[in-house]
């Protein structure tokens, strides 16, 4: 009779460790926190004046058609 092994010690066979894929998925998360907090701010400079975009190297064109972007596109 064969005797499984405990958790800690079986293969992984190919699998990742649960930690790779918390890292992962938190590492998502943080980069469309960014996202959002860059469109939301290129809004606020639009609203404020193209002279802002300037600032940064924008024009209005662009900078609307980055704020608009779906947040899970980069």
Known sequence: MSRALPLHVV???GRRPVTTLLRK???GLAE???RRQRRAELRR???IGPHMLAD???DSATALAESRKPLWRA
Do not use: C, E, K
Request: net charge positive; hydrophobic share 45%; proline share 7%.
């Open 11 to 13: 293969p992984s066979q």
């Open 25 to 27: 998925i938190d590492a």
């Open 32 to 34: 469309l926190r960014r």
């Open 45 to 47: 400079l639009l609203r």
């Open 56 to 58: 940064v190297g924008m």
